[in-house]
């Protein structure tokens, strides 16, 4: 219990918050569609319910994927994030389902809500708390990818930079920014409805936060099923493939894999050295770049074998590893 304990210290933190404070919003909205009926509040309600249900389940994955490697698991659990997260978006599936539904039957049967000042006091409330939410969740972005930007400055840097973000952190910064436009829709609509009389603006509002709860639903549950069998992290393979061929003693390489395991990376390299050079000699070579990848952002593992330099050029020094037909004709059937 005490080692589960300390894991959850080193949980996604931006995940936490934006548990908790979307389990207060969504008590908040209940209470306020239980007392006007208004069924954008009802869409915002389901949303919040999600989105809280979700970061609990992604604070808990992102922990347990710390957890160091034990001899029936000598991989790690850095995945255990990735299953988590696609578990996590079945629950706003459901949710975005229930929201479209009754999103549209609101819009074919319009019915008059009351409680304006309720609804707009809630919906108010609720936007500044998801945009508070969704700054912090920036911030940890812009932190995670080497920026110190803050504010309103790192939502405009996470947008560019959201694919380099960790897996918990990206998915709550995606909720996030859909919970708080989905509360100024629902703000608008409440708006359209009482002082134009089109009622089926609620109805509309919660189709469209359904929506977007399913587009949100669709990307994370991609990402995180290429995470969870095992993605290669493109940019990082090149830069390894780069900083390792510069090594005086690397004659070639020969294979260089970067797989991402949850929030960390798995970096394997087979490298074509000198024959002549001592076991010694090629051992001081291991641990030289062995130091090297293990200092590169997010690797926390590394496998480096070695192979006599054949004379083939395989690596070429581009984007990826391009094998010559002379090379290929070499490798084993």
């Not at 070639?252 to 894999?257: F, G, N, P, W």
């Not at 050295?273 to 770049?289: A, G, M, N, W």
């Amino acid at each position: 219990m005490q080692d589960f304990i300390k894991l959850l210290k080193d949980g996604n933190k931006p995940s936490l918050l934006a548990g908790v404070i979307n389990t207060i919003i969504a008590i908040l909205k209940g209470i306020a569609y239980m007392l006007t009926g208004n069924v954008a509040m009802f869409a915002e309600t389901l949303h919040s319910l999600g989105d809280a249900a979700n970061q609990f389940f992604v604070y808990i994955g992102s922990a347990l994927s710390k957890k160091a490697p034990t001899p029936k698991f000598p991989n790690g659990f850095g995945r255990v994030v990735n299953l988590v997260c696609l578990g996590a978006v079945i629950v706003v599936a459901i949710m975005s389902y229930e929201a479209v539904k009754e999103g549209w039957h609101h819009i074919l049967h319009p019915t008059e809500t009351s409680g304006l000042a309720i609804n707009l006091s809630v919906l108010g409330l609720a936007i500044v708390l998801e945009l508070y939410v969704l700054l912090k969740a920036a911030k940890e972005i812009a932190h995670e990818t080497g920026n110190d930007a803050k504010g309103f400055k790192a939502l405009l840097y996470s947008f560019t930079h959201l694919n380099s973000a960790k897996p918990a952190t990206k998915l709550v910064f995606m909720e996030d920014l859909v919970a708080t436009i989905g509360g100024v829709l629902a703000f608008t609509a409440v708006l359209v409805a009482h002082f134009t009389g089109f009622l089926a603006a609620e109805g509309i509002a919660s189709v469209l936060i359904g929506l977007m709860m399913f587009y949100v639903v669709g990307k994370i549950f991609l990402e995180n099923a290429r995470g969870a069998i095992g993605e290669t992290d493109e940019e990082m393979l090149n830069h390894i493939a780069y900083i390792v061929a510069e090594d005086p003693d690397v004659k070639d390489l020969q294979r260089v894999e970067v797989i991402k395991e949850g929030e960390f990376l798995h970096v394997e390299v087979v490298a074509e050295v000198d024959s002549s050079k001592t076991l010694e000699y090629i051992d001081d070579i291991r641990d030289r770049l062995l130091a090297l990848i293990l200092k590169q952002k997010g690797v926390r593992e590394a496998l480096i074998s070695f192979d006599e330099d054949d004379g083939i050029k395989t690596w070429k020094g581009v984007n990826e590893l391009a094998i010559s037909e002379e090379a290929r004709k070499k490798l084993p059937e």
